[in-house]
């Protein structure tokens, strides 16, 4: 069948760059009508960003699009519909206010005169929907459907159809479908992606979940940091290979812990001159530092428990969407659903506030700097002192500037943070890397002894990077607790003593010594079933 | 702030260009007061022809006062009066500036509160009602105070009785807000016809009025309208101070400055253990205690209460914030900008009350001036950010 191999789309050394990043490095990928064609690759891999760019969320910096012997406009969203290019978002881009009929038809209204005709509306989205899964009342608000079925209606909305009843998309992408679906609805959800690409339609199938790319896609193309690796026929690939070509290395000695990636041979080397090699041997593995029991949240945590010991740092692995930010929050007191306890020195943390978990000696850097951290309207010192004002304050409440200028002055030397004045100075004047050293110092003051650390070094250059890696080892060493949550890998294994791995809100399982290995932990990370060691204490 | 400044200096330059007012001043001449007419060459007469008068000499014990012809308009030898005539700038004079800070001392006590509402970007609609109806709650608490009541009791009572009623208020506002998880617009915009409901279905029902007068003299003219050099400076005074306090407690208290975090980031500030609720509403809780003590400064000065005292206020309070500077969208506002924000507002009625424009115009001069203050402030602040 030559003319099935002939490729529709052709995406021919695509480069992309977002500020320092280079998220996309001279890539280039070919795609078949009528197959199921998954990217894949660990976060930040650049599978996403090659998905956006064919759909043209995204303008290129370099390379070019061509569907169908036609060069796309790059970044031009309305060129690769006009084409026939469709995208189906990881966030469900909806309005869950609106009728299911009224948010496929939002671009393009029937009217009658000069009011809407909802009986054509809901006829057309009926017909839409209903080839998908007849069970749909498109006259329902969005909002009330589950996830699946929300995610059904915005596959349907990328059926569109021109007069004489033909759909007019050509090519689908479909960017990590499943994330936010329970496993019964993404097994529909590829029943429906295999039925897609029987009618001729080309499936773009971005995902990390290795069970998906098994069950219903034909070929896989694997990214590693940005650049292309291989584009295998499933078939004819296992999943160790798959798993190798990912990481972008053999996978010949068990203890790959310090060996192969650039990252962690540059944090080993720099932690090394700086004379801050993080030692184990400082674990005091007689004490609980940090004591988690039956940790649940309903929909978000499934029975967690786990120590810390004084002056360990223990990693969390896992993919996005695993539950470990769900974790880090419902520990701060953060989640007012949550049930189980939470002991800190063998004291349990009385009530579900953050402020109660503050003063049993617990920090907390969240993973979004911007909307979860930073106060841009305030200066630097009150982003700084933030948690700590009113511990230093005179009586009434009112701030006792000089102690908060030694406070502030003592931290900004210590973690070297460039600002040109502490209090004129805003955030969004810092660069990133400075805003992140400028969280956690937040959390340096007496009484700190558990650090949670959500995603540390996302998006800071390698440099501050390193100064991150220093601060977070020099505060192990002196007897802090640290769990730290890391999706870079080589990031995790050099800075860890022990990892956990967690999936769909609960502990996979955890590795420790030699058990260390990207390979360990993207195996339990995708794995479905919970695995047979799992900490279910 | 440049807002403000700037609409100072050109009312005050317009003013300089304009015809200036005559203000008659009339001298009363003491018994033993000898009064000497002098010509152009400065010698003194009993009687002068009226051309030939160049000034009047006012002798008395021995003190010497000079009054040139062109200042007195009339001497009457038998009233023994001088009538001085002086001409004044039309906008900056004594009373007159002291009048327009008068005016806006009422909703710049409560635009003091309301500073803070916005800062958390929240709102509170209800304020005008809450006056009125504290105004109302006080009113009856004076009248039933003997005439005879030194001031020294019924100052507290008028200001225990106004504060309990308007705090009482802000917490529900706030706790409720809170509570129910419901925005702030929706709450108090309720409160706002709750209370002005219960304002006028009070007195209504008790005494079958529409206002509440009687009060103590001491209460009045002895305290909050007491005289001094010619003009009533006590809401000024009341303003000024509640502007300060508000100043130190939002710059230089924890609490104040949690307000800001949390207007700047909410998330962020539960993330920083700020007890974001509790800071809520206590913000909502004092700005109704400072529509309590701005009624009872409005009961003190005009001796009364009437059941629509403080209709409308909530606007022309959250536009006195706005021209001073706050940003609705939260993190952002001063104390400072909000009280000028008021004496700008009053600036503008008073200049169209000297200018003689129909009031029916005001309504249209204020809108406009509002939206024009906001779009110069919103266009420094983008200049400076892109400059950062």
Excluded at chain 1, 147 to 165: F, H, K, M, N, Y
Excluded at chain 1, 343 to 351: H, I
Excluded at chain 1, 494 to 519: C, F, N, P, Y
Excluded at chain 2, 360 to 367: A, D, H, L
Aim: proline share 3%; net charge negative; aromatic share 6%.
């Amino acid at each position: 069948m030559s003319d099935a191999d002939t490729p529709i789309l052709i995406a021919t050394n695509i480069s992309k760059r977002f500020g320092h990043t280079q998220a996309l490095d001279d890539v280039s990928v070919s795609f078949r009508p009528g197959e199921v064609h998954a990217l894949m690759g660990e976060n930040g891999a650049g599978k996403s960003t090659l998905g956006k760019v064919i759909a043209g969320l995204h303008a290129q910096n370099t390379g070019t699009v061509v569907l169908d012997g036609r060069e796309l406009i790059p970044g031009s969203l309305d060129d690769a519909f006009q084409a026939g290019i469709r995208i189906v978002h990881q966030e469900l881009a909806q309005c869950p206010n609106l009728s299911v009929a009224e948010n496929l038809s939002l671009h393009d209204m029937p009217k009658k005169r000069f009011t809407v005709d909802f009986a054509e509306m809901e006829r057309r989205a009926a017909k839409l929907v209903h080839q998908l899964d007849p069970n749909i009342d498109v006259t329902r608000p969005l909002g009330y459907l589950s996830p699946g079925r929300r995610q059904i209606c915005q596959i349907a909305a990328s059926l569109d159809q021109d007069e004489s009843g033909k759909t007019q998309a050509k090519v689908i992408v479909f960017d990590e479908p499943t994330s936010s679906l329970s496993i019964s609805e993404a097994l529909v959800l590829m029943d429906i992606t295999r039925e897609l690409a029987a009618m001729g339609l080309t499936i773009i199938y971005v995902s990390h979940r290795m069970s998906e790319i098994f069950t219903c896609c034909d070929r896989v193309s694997v990214l590693r940091d940005g650049r292309f690796v291989a584009t295998n026929v499933v078939r004819d690939i296992d999943e160790p290979t798959l798993v190798e070509q990912m990481l972008g290395r053999r996978i010949t000695t068990p203890d790959a812990k310090h060996a192969s990636s650039p990252i962690a041979e540059a944090i080993e080397e720099t932690l090394a001159d700086a004379g801050a090699t993080h030692d184990s041997s400082a674990v005091d593995a007689k004490k609980i530092m940090l004591s988690v029991r039956n940790l649940r949240s309903p929909g978000k945590l499934r029975d967690i428990s786990f120590d810390l010991h004084p002056g360990e740092i223990l990693g969390v692995g896992g993919l996005v969407g695993a539950g470990r930010s769900e974790l880090m929050d419902a520990i701060f007191g953060l989640d007012r659903l949550a049930s189980g306890e939470i002991l800190v020195d063998g004291e349990p943390v009385p009530a579900k506030h953050p402020q109660s978990a503050i003063d049993a000696g617990i920090g907390y850097v969240p993973e979004d700097r911007r909307n979860q951290g930073l106060f841009f309207n305030l200066g630097i010192d009150e982003n700084i002192l933030a948690p700590i004002m009113a511990r230093l304050a005179k009586p009434m409440g009112i701030r006792s500037l000089d102690k908060e200028l030694d406070a502030v002055e003592s931290r900004v030397e210590k973690f070297q943070i460039k600002t040109a004045s502490l209090r004129e100075t805003t955030p969004g004047e810092l660069s990133g890397g400075n805003q992140q050293k400028l969280l956690i110092a937040r959390w340096m003051m007496k009484g700190t002894r558990v650090l949670l650390l959500d995603e540390p070094t996302r998006g800071i250059d390698i440099g501050t990077k390193t100064e991150v890696y220093k601060l977070i080892n020099q505060a192990a060493s002196e007897g802090d607790a640290i769990l730290l949550v890391s999706s870079e890998m080589p990031e995790l294994l050099a800075l860890s003593d022990r990892i956990l791995v967690m999936g769909e809100g609960q502990i996979k399982g955890e590795l420790v010594g030699d058990e260390m290995t990207q390979t360990n932990i993207l195996t339990l990370a995708t794995s479905e079933e919970q695995h047979a060691g799992a900490t279910s204490m | 702030m440049l807002v403000i400044i700037m609409m100072m200096g050109l009312l005050t330059v317009y003013g300089m260009f304009t015809d200036p007012i005559e203000q008659k001043t009339r001298i009363e001449l003491d018994e033993n007061a000898v009064v000497k007419l002098v010509d152009r060459d400065g010698n003194e007469h009993d009687r002068l022809a009226r051309t030939q008068i160049a000034g009047y000499r006012v002798v008395l014990d021995g003190e010497v006062r000079n009054y040139s012809s062109k200042d007195i308009e009339r001497y009457d030898s038998s009233a023994r009066t001088l009538i001085e005539v002086k001409e004044v700038n039309r906008f900056l004079n004594k009373s007159n500036l002291v009048l327009i800070a008068k005016d806006a001392s009422f909703f710049a006590i409560i635009a003091v509160g309301m500073t803070g509402v916005i800062i958390l970007a929240g709102i509170d609609l209800s304020v005008g009602s809450i006056y009125g109806l504290s105004a109302i709650v006080g009113a009856m608490a004076l009248q039933s105070l003997p005439a005879d009541t030194g001031w020294i009791i019924a100052v507290p009572v008028a200001l225990l009785v106004c504060m309990t009623v308007g705090t009482l208020c802000g917490l529900a506002n706030g706790a409720m807000s809170v509570g129910l998880g419901v925005h702030p617009f929706v709450i108090t915009l309720g409160m706002m016809a709750v209370l002005r409901g219960l304002t006028v279905v009070i007195p209504q029902e008790l005494f079958a009025t529409q206002s509440i007068s009687g009060f103590p003299s001491s209460f009045t003219t002895g305290f909050f309208k007491a005289e001094f050099y010619g003009v009533y400076p006590v809401p000024v005074i009341i303003m000024i101070l509640t502007a300060v306090v508000g100043w130190f407690v939002l710059a230089k208290t924890v609490f104040g400055r949690r307000v800001f975090a949390i207007g700047g980031n909410e998330t962020a500030a539960r993330y920083t253990g700020i007890p974001v609720g509790r800071v809520k509403v206590l913000v909502y809780t004092i700005t109704g205690a400072l529509c309590g003590l701005s009624a009872c400064a409005y009961l003190g000065y005009y001796g009364a209460a009437e059941t629509n005292a403080g209709n409308a206020y909530e606007l022309q309070v959250i536009a006195a914030t706005v021209i001073g500077g706050a940003s609705l969208m939260g993190g952002r506002g001063t104390v400072i900008g909000a009280v000028l924000g008021a004496i700008i507002i009053q600036l503008i009625n008073n200049t169209l009350i000297i200018f003689e424009v129909d009031t029916s115009y005001n309504q249209i001069v204020m809108g406009a001036a509002i939206i024009v203050a906001v779009v110069i402030d919103q266009t420094k602040q983008r200049i400076q950010a892109k400059r950062a």
